[in-house]
């Protein structure tokens, strides 16, 4: 995605008043999706490579993969060559990959606004936010069950979200719709008070199969057919096995061209080895297997080499995050999925703190930079993420969406240019002289170094004088003022309102059910 359009006028006139009102205008402007000019973080040895790689292989000949209650997709592995032998499935050596690799490296997916398509592989990163939480936290009302409303304000917040690429999913789970209507109204916010990339619906086949028919609505029905419009998340049951549901919906997206992040869901300990090349290991099989399955389903359909990994705590069995084992499997990840050419979804926002505050902090800072140098192409869970994935906090997910910025300065890499050896400033300053007026530093200061929209850099007197504000007070102002001055992107009305029939249709053939 493209530079978008500033929305609002900007005050006119000079000095430090101008400068301030240029600073604070209001902006949807959405950074273009990162691409790295930075290398890969590399852990592993080739050695080391080889043998995961052929220890996975061993995985699923010997011990093999379990795909239940899915007679279709036992046929269909039955027919690829795979034995078969009640629901497990042994996959001969070589045949995963073989399939593997009809998948492609890169694919675009495309948004309702042309100019925020995002290109999934190779070197860039797209970034999408917090997905599944069922509870919300903010600073007025604390943690409580997430409501519609609560899923329509992150949306808004996304869209408002400078270095934020994609709209994401189940930003939270709005619990008070039922739940085979859910997927409804989420899909329908992301597509009207949005206009980012976003996520289909998995919970069920049939969702995804609405989730299809509603984008032929939005994009129309050949765009859809030829063009790859949403991005799902299928989890693995970890360790080895694929579920009905997971499997159901992989498959109405796979027939459909639309991408799925074949994920294992891995918690080291309790669903993978503790040791770091054991679970790179099962990790490998799982997901060799998943895209596999995609292939046979459709060759040539988008799918994403997916790692969602911590560790335990073994006192009390709760998942940690930021954590140096799950930054070794994460960069080990990626290494395996670039050798076998697969886009790569892993990091986030991870942090097991109930609060948004320095624990929150530091997990979340060693997760996104791991993330960003491990080679990842697509980062959910990127802003918003709390108390081990049980919460979106509002406050959190403005704070990790200003520091999502860091990645993207980051990742530029060092500039080597003419400018960027700065050799006539230099120059022009000199022994004992210093750069503040130089022609290079009035030139560049606009630009010269990443600034942050929330952190507080006033002098301690003034930070004092304004309240002592931490910097979760300052998200909850940032929160309200997003939310009173968000600008619901354009839509044709007729879409709108064929989206909004199709919805009420959905909903009213069939009674409500919160199971």
Not at 259 to 271: C, E, K, L, T, Y
Not at 398 to 426: K, P, W
Request: aromatic share 8%; hydrophobic share 40%.
């Amino acid at each position: 995605m493209t530079e978008a359009a500033t929305a609002g006028r900007r005050a006119r006139g000079g000095g430090g008043a101008a400068r301030r009102a240029e600073r604070t205008a209001v902006s949807v402007e959405t950074a273009k999706y990162i691409e790295r000019n930075v290398p890969n973080y590399e852990v592993l040895t080739e050695e080391a490579l080889d043998v995961i790689e052929r220890n996975a292989e061993t995985v699923l000949a010997e011990i093999g993969v379990n795909f239940v209650d899915n007679p279709a997709a036992l046929q269909r592995w039955r027919d690829a060559g795979a034995e078969i032998e009640g629901e497990r499935v042994r996959i001969p050596r070589g045949l995963a990959r073989k399939l593997c690799s009809t998948a492609p490296a890169t694919f675009t997916q495309h948004a309702r606004n042309p100019d925020r398509n995002v290109v999934i592989g190779g070197k860039n990163l797209v970034l999408a936010p917090v997905y599944g939480p069922p509870f919300v936290r903010d600073a007025t009302g604390g943690r409580r069950y997430a409501t519609m409303a609560d899923f329509e304000k992150f949306v808004k917040l996304g869209y408002m979200s400078k270095w934020l690429h994609h709209s994401g999913g189940t930003v939270c789970e709005p619990t008070d719709i039922p739940v085979n209507k859910r997927h409804l109204d989420m899909l329908l916010a992301h597509m009207v008070l949005s206009d980012k990339p976003f996520m289909g619906s998995v919970t069920e086949p049939s969702r995804a199969k609405d989730s299809v028919e509603m984008c032929e609505i939005l994009f129309g029905t050949d765009f859809v057919r030829d063009n790859t419009v949403m991005t799902s998340l299928i989890n693995i049951n970890s360790p080895l096995t694929f579920d009905s549901i997971m499997m159901g919906a992989l498959e109405i997206f796979a027939e459909h061209n639309q991408a799925s992040i074949i994920s294992p869901f891995i918690v080291g300990g309790a669903m993978a080895p503790v040791s770091v090349a054991g679970t790179l290991t099962q990790v490998l099989a799982e997901v060799l297997a998943g895209v596999a399955y995609s292939q046979l389903v459709r060759p040539g359909a988008p799918v994403i080499f997916g790692a969602f990994v911590t560790s335990i705590d073994m006192n009390s069995g709760a998942p940690t995050f930021g954590t140096p084992e799950a930054s070794h499997i994460t960069y080990g990840a990626g290494q395996l999925a670039r050798r076998l050419g697969l886009p790569y979804r892993s990091a986030g926002s991870f942090c097991g703190s109930k609060l948004p505050d320095a624990q929150a902090a530091y997990e979340t800072s060693n997760s996104l930079q791991m993330g960003l140098l491990s080679g990842v192409n697509f980062m959910l869970h990127a802003c918003g993420w709390l108390e081990g994935g049980l919460v979106a906090s509002f406050e959190k997910f403005v704070m990790d969406a200003d520091q999502l910025g860091t990645l993207h300065h980051f990742a530029r890499g060092v500039d080597l240019s003419e400018n960027g050896q700065a050799m006539d400033a230099i120059a022009e300053v000199g022994p004992g002289g210093h750069y503040l007026g130089c022609a290079h530093t009035q030139a560049n200061f606009k630009q010269a170094f990443w600034r942050s929209d929330l952190f507080d850099y006033k002098p301690f007197e003034t930070w004092d004088e304004e309240g002592a504000r931490d910097t979760q007070a300052l998200a909850t102002i940032r929160v309200k003022k997003m939310i009173d001055t968000y600008i619901q992107p354009p839509l044709d009305p007729e879409i709108e309102a064929r989206l909004r029939a199709y919805v009420a249709d959905k909903k009213a053939s069939m009674s409500d059910s919160f199971m």
